[in-house]
């Protein structure tokens, strides 16, 4: 539960920050575009620290890294909070991000110290549900945050969730560093990691550019408020914690290739109905097509690390955990990036009927075949990662 909490703030920060910036660019007197190097700064530290983070897993233990990790990202959460220059606030974001980038690969990791591999699915389906919900719940409570308090108190509140989840790991997670074989600490990339890492960065393009323009749509195009546009999407958060559990279940019982296909099924079919031109995207029919899109969504955060951290031996666990996030980082950016450009033309029920089915299509042709690659035994690793 101490690694859940750690990789849920997380998945937090960036949603709630994000909700955050327009009140910024009134504050600063600048403008709304130019407050995205708050989140550039962020993802940029946390994607350069990913890889040298998984590293120092791998050689002084989860909870070591992770304690350095969440005690960084709680500064920079304290400094932000105070400065009053764009310049300054995108450094402690800086400072922030390379606390995500040590906690991240400590927290899956972690995640799973303790459990033989036939276990670890239900364990992860904890982490899952708990790191899927917070992606979705954090425009909400970004959104109650601001109106309430001012952007401020955006981070504000992630000082405490840092330092409580900090507390979690000290008392909870044991100190272990996995022994090194003869042969050194074994290699990281092999045939189910590509897969995993394959699946892992669609997911986040799908999940990332099509939730971000919904959300664009609702309150552009609809006419929904903040809050009112991301209560929408607290559904298919609480679908996806549903699901994620149930994923765990599943792996553990019969593998990683089951789940996985029917998460890419279910969310590329709701999608797919979705898409149909003339389906309304802001009424009751909405939120029943939601259901298997959610429930998809929860199927897939398990089986990808599950599927990963059983190819490989326990002493790169970092390692690997650390491809895992690079891998969502790069998925969420690509999505992130799709949502923009589908959104030049306007937030319009067009444009994301059009998306919708661009997800779909990836999910049934492109998922599904990368999924059907676990279980597959692997001749031989393909490389190594220093």
């Known amino acids: 539960m101490a690694c859940t909490a750690a990789a849920a703030l997380l998945q937090l920060d960036g949603t709630v920050i994000a909700v955050a910036l327009p009140s910024v660019a009134r504050d600063m007197h600048v403008s709304n575009s130019s407050t995205a190097v708050v989140l550039s700064a962020y993802f940029l530290a946390d994607g350069l620290l990913l890889f040298p983070g998984g590293r120092l897993v791998d050689r002084l233990g989860a909870r070591r890294v992770a304690l350095i990790g969440l005690l960084l990202f709680a500064l920079g959460a304290a400094l932000g909070a105070v400065v009053s220059d764009l310049t300054l606030l995108s450094l402690t974001r800086l400072l922030q991000g390379a606390g995500a980038g040590l906690v991240s690969p400590a927290a899956l990791a972690g995640a799973v110290s303790g459990f033989p591999p036939e276990r670890r699915g239900s364990a992860l389906g904890i982490w899952g549900a708990s790191a899927g919900l917070s992606n979705l719940l954090g425009p909400l409570l970004g959104g109650v945050l601001t109106v309430a308090f001012g952007w401020r108190a955006d981070w504000w509140a992630l000082v405490p969730l840092a330092l409580g989840a900090a507390w979690a790991v000290w008392v909870h997670v044991p100190s272990i560093v996995h022994d090194v074989g003869e042969n050194g600490p074994g290699r990281v990339l092999n045939g189910t990691v590509v897969a995993a890492a394959g699946v892992a960065a669609l997911t986040f393009v799908v999940m990332i550019g099509t939730f971000y323009l919904a959300e664009q749509y609702l309150q552009k195009g609809v006419g929904y408020s903040a809050l009112g546009a991301s209560a929408v999407l607290v559904v298919v958060a609480f679908l996806v914690g549903a699901g994620a559990p149930i994923a765990g279940s599943l792996v553990d019982s019969r593998g990683e290739r089951l789940p996985t296909m029917l998460g890419f099924l279910g969310l590329g079919v709701g999608m797919g109905l979705l898409a149909i031109p003339g389906v309304s995207l802001h009424n009751v029919l909405t939120l029943v097509l939601l259901l298997p899109v959610g429930l998809g969504l929860g199927m897939l955060f398990v089986p990808v ?66 999924a059907a690659r676990f279980g597959v035994q692997d001749a031989a690793p393909i490389e190594s990662v220093a």
């Open 305 to 370: 690390s599950r599927a990963a951290l059983n190819s490989v031996p326990e002493s790169v666990h970092g390692r690997a955990s650390s491809v895992l996030s690079a891998a969502r980082l790069i998925g969420a950016a690509v999505g992130a990036g799709l949502a923009g450009v589908a959104l030049s033309g306007g937030a319009t029920a067009s444009s994301v009927h059009l998306t919708l089915a661009v997800g779909a299509v990836l999910c049934l042709l492109v998922g599904i075949p990368l």
